[in-house]
């Protein structure tokens, strides 16, 4: 992902998370420290310290109130730059480029610049909540070149909306350039999607470095959300799965997903599945199910089930969007103290935890006629996905008893 990797926490724990970074030597010196409005900070990060970032070890070590990795949508403010006489030059060139069309600069439009955008390599993709007044369409490519110059790219794209066709597909335009097939590469593996047809999913970065972590080799794994690869390359590439069976009904990401197995040269051990994978006719051969679909996955869970080894069983990694209740609403009613907005997230994450590994248990039993033992592994926050919605990952270790 390009752009500045970050470790956001919260601003009173900032100078203890940044010592903590500095003795590790991963703390990118290059770039300034960022207070964001909502009273975090962003911690810039060396790249290639990524893999070596532990943010389970982090929270374990440092009980941090907010402890989250995130991607700068626009690079930080490098040290050099904060120093030179500033202002906004994109403002100024597009101000200067409208005035000289005889329009008038005023402070909407001031505000209906875009403050974050998305970089892929030399494409740049901004938000639906830029460049929506009238006035901009009157100067057309002229601005969309003025745009792209000033932000260090070549193409320049808009989305709109994420389609409701089932597929999650980004309603992308491109405003400069023709060909709309970008590049990323994360932790040494190579993602290439066309922006117009495929979500990148850059919050699932720690996610993804866990999964390379992975002792697979001998295993059989089975994605049954897999996308352009986000979990099926980290598998085959870094956790030296055996072999993996890729779920996909999306025909424009099985396309991205073939094109990248191959660049990573792994396309002799997977065997990529279009279409539900509800329909797949697979069953009692995985030691490993990733189930990565969010809000929920649940429709997949008896698939899941399906798939595990009989004799042996295996594990389920299950996403799911977890909603937390308000602070004050975690206590129930005459407890003596309050719970802490961490440790409330904590017992409702766990809670659903519990619910889910019965739900798994009733599932294997009424699949296979014999009874299963369901331990819950880990519990893992990726990121939080809105305002008391926090995105967890579940490991539950199933085995026939």
């Excluded at 009173?12 to 409005?37: H, I, T």
């Amino acid at each position: 992902m390009d752009g500045v990797p970050c470790l956001c926490v919260s601003c009173c724990q900032a100078q203890q998370f940044r010592r903590y970074l500095q003795s590790r030597e991963m703390f990118d010196q290059r770039f300034s420290v960022v207070k964001q409005p909502d009273g975090t900070v962003l911690l810039p990060i060396l790249p290639s310290c990524l893999s070596q970032l532990d943010l389970q070890s982090l929270r374990n070590t440092l009980a941090p109130d907010v402890c989250d990795f995130t991607w700068s949508q626009s690079p930080l403010q490098s040290k050099k730059q904060k120093g030179r006489t500033g202002g906004n030059q994109l403002e100024r060139t597009i101000q200067e480029l409208l005035e000289s069309q005889g329009e008038r600069w005023k402070e909407e439009l001031r505000r209906d610049l875009p403050r974050s955008f998305q970089r892929h390599g030399d494409l740049i993709l901004l938000g639906d909540n830029c460049f929506t007044q009238p006035v901009w369409n009157k100067i057309g490519d002229q601005l969309w070149r003025a745009v792209t110059k000033e932000l260090g790219a070549k193409r320049l794209a808009k989305m709109s909306r994420i389609s409701k066709d089932g597929f999650r597909s980004p309603a992308v335009t491109m405003l400069l350039g023709d060909n709309s097939w970008v590049k990323h590469v994360d932790n040494g593996i190579s993602y290439e999607f066309d922006v117009t047809k495929c979500m990148f999913s850059a919050g699932n970065i720690t996610e993804k470095l866990r999964v390379a972590g992975f002792d697979c080799r001998g295993e059989t794994v089975v994605d049954l959300y897999a996308g352009i690869g986000y979990f099926t390359l980290p598998y085959l590439v870094h956790a030296k799965a055996s072999h993996v069976h890729a779920c996909e009904w999306n025909p424009d990401a099985v396309a991205a997903l073939q094109k990248n197995l191959e660049v990573n040269g792994v396309s002799d051990r997977c065997t990529v599945h279009q279409g539900d994978n509800r329909q797949v006719q697979l069953c009692n051969i995985a030691d490993r199910v990733n189930l990565g679909l969010i809000p929920s996955s649940e429709e997949g869970w008896p698939v899941a089930c399906r798939l595990l080894k009989r004799t042996t069983g295996g594990v389920l990694h299950i996403h799911q969007n977890v909603t937390s209740p308000l602070q004050n609403s975690a206590v129930s009613e005459g407890a003596p103290q309050k719970v802490s907005a961490k440790n409330a997230d904590r017992q409702v994450w766990q809670a659903w935890a519990n619910d889910t590994a019965n739900q798994i248990t009733s599932l294997l039993s009424d699949i296979t006629g014999a009874p299963w033992v369901i331990n819950i592994q880990h519990i893992e926050h990726v990121k939080s996905y809105a305002p008391h919605v926090h995105h967890v990952v579940l490991d539950l270790d199933c085995r026939p008893s």
